[in-house]
């Protein structure tokens, strides 16, 4: 296809409705390498069926309920506002407690949950010691500050990192100070491929605080360059910063 018959393309790719989180739109689109560690399998290790559980940026709840959690023993929280109307319909009727937040602070009593969980959401220490009972653990897995930076830059050249300095080394200290002791943590830069521009368009407008004023208008040029390369490699890529951390609360 030539560069405008792509324009089309990725117009609609732009204009595409998207609720939770989760992305089964670019199914074999995209590929993401694997991380040395299993979230998921980390956090069935600690968790058990009578511990409270709270999932911080809960999305659409797409994770949390593949943890099969009983839902009595269940609360999450969620700021985007469709994600929160999400939640309410789709989580409220199985008894899970759905809590709206608009910063980090957690509107839930002292010493109420065993696990906190975060995946790629921010969180307040202080406020995630609050919460979780003596000897609870905190179980998080972020999106480090030099994610896809050089990748940013290929579509926006003025584009600047949003959190360069959060990483895994400037974070640990945070931690300790915080009362937490870290029983595990890693970080790794695994790549990101993409198999068609048009995945890099829905991608970009989902995740736009990582592309502000990205549109294919916008950024036409880039887009037509990305294509070419693609046309070239047969994938364009990208690479991302993901760290984890296991702590326990000793307050």
Not at 78 to 94: D, G, I, M, S, Y
Not at 131 to 139: A, S
Not at 147 to 157: D, G, S, T
Not at 200 to 229: G, H, M, R, T, Y
Request: hydrophobic content about 40%.
């Amino acid at each position: 296809m030539k560069h405008e018959e792509l324009r089309a393309v990725w117009y609609k790719e732009e204009q595409m409705a998207f609720s939770g989180w989760e992305f089964s739109h670019l199914n074999s689109r995209w590929y993401h390498e694997p991380l040395p560690w299993n979230y998921k399998a980390i956090i069935e290790k600690h968790l058990q069926p009578s511990d409270q559980l709270l999932d911080i940026g809960t999305g659409g709840g797409e994770f949390l309920l593949s943890l099969e959690h009983p839902y009595e023993n269940t609360s999450v929280t969620e700021a985007w506002a469709p994600n929160v109307l999400f939640c309410k319909e789709r989580l409220t009727p199985l008894g899970i407690q759905v809590y709206p937040v608009s910063d980090n602070r957690l509107p839930m009593e002292d010493s109420k949950f065993d696990i906190v969980l975060n995946q790629h959401a921010s969180y307040d220490l202080q406020e995630v010691s609050r919460v979780l009972k003596p000897g609870g653990m905190f179980i998080t897995q972020q999106v480090g500050g030099d994610n896809c930076v050089q990748f940013a830059k290929r579509l926006n050249p003025n584009s600047l990192p949003i959190y360069s300095h959060f990483s895994l080394s400037t974070e640990l200290p945070k931690f300790e100070a915080s009362g937490f002791t870290v029983k595990y943590s890693d970080e790794t830069y695994p790549e990101l491929r993409f198999f068609d521009v048009g995945a890099v368009v829905f991608w970009a407008k989902v995740i736009e605080w990582s592309f502000p004023d990205f549109s294919v208008n916008n950024n036409i040029a880039e887009l037509c360059s990305l294509q070419d390369e693609l046309m070239q490699k047969g994938f364009i890529s990208a690479i991302q910063h993901r760290f984890i951390v296991l702590a326990q609360n000793m307050k």
